[in-house]
């Protein structure tokens, strides 16, 4: 089933403890996008200035993705600047340049209307709005956020939750819309304000499904080399929503399967800089994975406890 | 098989966001048999002093725990008073009063020295390696520690992980006895000092069990009500020794469910405050607590990931 990515394409400079790497291809539309040719035919809408390489847009091509929603606008491609310290579980933007991303308006070409699943990735959230407007008959939407729009577009993004079915954030994140510190109470707040399930990201600890009745909780794999965390959470929404649209399925265990596989493909995207380690992984590699982490988390029923 | 443990009995003052206990029963010895007691017979050495009501010490009795290794002497009680703001995630302390503790040296009645199973609570590492000189052919000894020890007492703590099977530690102590941040990384290193196995509890973001050439991931069970983490770590040990100790194996498969049980008694235990929690449960709470973190975790094969 078709896929459709909303989001940013970025030249991202990013420093970590390991290195610096400036003006290299970034954003959430293309990570997500890298990402999803492993699972499904997927269709980008976003914007780029006049500066960004052709290549770079013929490189996501290359994987099978559709990049006819991908317009050219004079001006400078949108650009981010971040580092990150030892603890590499958050980043600390240094500077952000909205440039042709400033006057952005998701217009959807005719064909992309039909998508079953959708991605609305960290956009303003009259922008995903205007995305779910256009499209026909969605099986799922789901949305992210961040920090920046909770704060200053907090009634426009509630009005956003209320047509999405599904929410991606991370704990800080859920805290900051729900006013609640305890995650299992913000998460019920959520879930109160429309969508029918909340996945919270905590970055080495694993993630979070929420729905009105049930929890499921998949941890990260335990890397003893991470490098750039940059797009892990994208690259995390796209395991998920790939493994939907591929099956066409959004139940219980396919959700379950989902929230392992974005975990695969965060735990790729964060072993190497920028899109290089999702670059280089096969089929293969992603299955291997997908099985380390059944040994990583199942156990056998109780035996013998007495009584 | 029987369950030797070592450690303090204490009273605590507890304060939390929640409200104020004083003098109440603590102590590491206390919450691991008071959690042990649902699983195999469960052996007690430790040191009180006169002021210490009586009827604590056979509130454990009647929970089945031996207490002939408890010795009451002259003096005060090994004292806690500590606090946990609304993270509820470490504790503060405010004071520590070692009283009786400080000339504790443990002498395993005869009777004692066939344990099978050793847990070294948080005490002295001489101290924890002098109960290891006294038991005849433990099947598997563990020990816990903290900061005060790993600061003041390193080279003690070395020479203590030889003779241990196991270490169970937090984030931040697996980071300070191996000075790696990456907890991949600090397992390993903890590894190579002595124990077969290492397991890192991480609070609400649950625990990893490390061998040479395995980790198992274990959540928490995402509570919405947390009220005093005191003695989690505790319960934690106990389940997950319990566990071992019921069925005398030491193998993958039954780690796994050490390491689910001791995130089944840790739950329990921050629900209510101090013992409250442990003193209500039944064998048949566990047991359906135990389903639930199947629920929480478990996941189906991937099936129709194509190429």
């Known amino acids: 089933m078709s896929l459709l990515v909303v989001g940013s394409i970025a030249l991202d400079s990013v420093e ?34 006049d500066d960004l390489p052709q290549s770079y847009l013929e490189s996501l091509k290359a994987r099978g993705v559709d990049i006819d929603g991908v317009t050219r606008e004079k001006g400078r491609t949108f650009r981010w600047k971040g580092c990150y310290g030892y603890q590499l579980n958050e980043a600390e933007t240094l500077d952000t340049q909205l440039n042709v991303f400033q006057s952005f308006s998701p217009r959807l070409p005719e064909k992309y209307r039909d998508a079953r699943f959708v991605f609305l990735g ?27 729009w909770i704060n200053s577009s907090r009634p426009t993004l509630l009005k956003t939750l209320k047509r999405v079915n599904l929410l991606f954030v991370n ?115 992603i299955r291997t994975r997908f099985s380390e982490f059944k040994r990583l988390t199942h156990f056998e029923d109780l035996g013998s406890l007495e009584g």
Do not use: W
């Open 16 to 49: 970590t403890p390991f290195g610096l790497k400036e003006d290299v291809l970034g954003g959430s539309a293309t990570y997500f996008a890298t990402s999803a040719s492993f699972f499904t035919p997927t269709q980008m809408v976003a914007v780029v200035g």
């Open 122 to 148: 960290n956009i303003h959230p009259e922008l995903q709005s205007q995305v779910v407007d256009q499209v026909k008959a969605p099986r799922l939407v789901a949305a992210d956020t961040m920090n920046y």
């Open 171 to 285: 704990d800080a994140e859920a805290r900051q819309i729900s006013g609640e510190h305890n995650i299992v109470r913000a998460a019920r707040a959520i879930l109160a304000m429309g969508p029918q399930r909340v996945v919270v990201k905590r970055g080495e600890y694993g993630a979070l499904l929420f729905e009105r009745d049930h929890v499921f909780a998949c941890p990260a794999l335990p890397l003893a080399d991470v490098f750039d965390p940059t797009g892990a959470g994208d690259a995390f929404a796209d395991g998920f929503m790939g493994t939907l649209a591929t099956s066409d399925r959004v139940d219980g265990e396919m959700l379950r399967r989902a929230m392992v596989m974005g975990s695969v493909m965060a735990a790729f995207t964060v072993e190497k800089f920028s899109l290089e380690r999702l670059h280089e992984v096969s089929r293969t590699d």
